[in-house]
């Protein structure tokens, strides 16, 4: 489709405008670290899929504060660990087989896309077994109270370690393939 703009024809793809705004080459892009960094944000917000502000509202006033963090992380706690036991195994086997092409995508065939998603996906299957664990550990011990958010408060600082450690990673990589390739795939 051409379109005339003061005289001049000027010709419009909207699939190529379209891969310009969404390109493919992760670590030059912007878009890709702003979905890294609300990416680590959402995580280590939510432990165990509570809000954090919940944990400290609860230690900070107690009472029907308390009571509603104890219902969430038991309802929460249940979910995960019933997931776990009916299909733990599949979802196991899926991961470690769409990580594994992801991997031998990007690091042995050298799709920049596929290396970006190894480097967001690999830390967060990390924080999915950490909260695995953590969600057994608060069932077994059937914390309540100080012990269930002090437990909250290591998952959480565990998260944000991953995170820290993955972002870290994560931009050193990028700046290798920025240096190395170019941000204008030059």
Known sequence: ????????????????????????????????????????????HYCLGVPFDMVLRAKRHGGQYESDLEDMVRINTNRLL?????????????????????????????????????????????????????????????SRGERLRRRLMRHRLYTQIIGMISIFVTALWGMYQNMNIGPFGS
């Open 1 to 44: 489709m051409k379109l005339k703009i003061l005289g001049k024809s000027i010709s419009l793809d909207w699939y190529q405008t379209l891969f310009e705004l969404i390109d493919m080459r992760s670590f030059s892009n912007l878009w890709f670290w702003i979905v890294l960094a609300v990416v680590w944000s959402t995580t280590s």
């Open 82 to 142: 019933f997931i776990a036991q009916m299909s733990g195994l599949w979802i196991l086997g899926f991961a470690c087989f769409f990580m594994t092409i992801l991997v031998l995508l990007g690091f042995i065939y050298g799709n920049e896309f596929a290396q970006a998603l190894v480097l967001l996906g690999f830390p967060l299957c990390l924080v999915g077994a950490l909260s695995l664990s953590t969600a057994r550990l608060i069932q077994q011990e059937d």
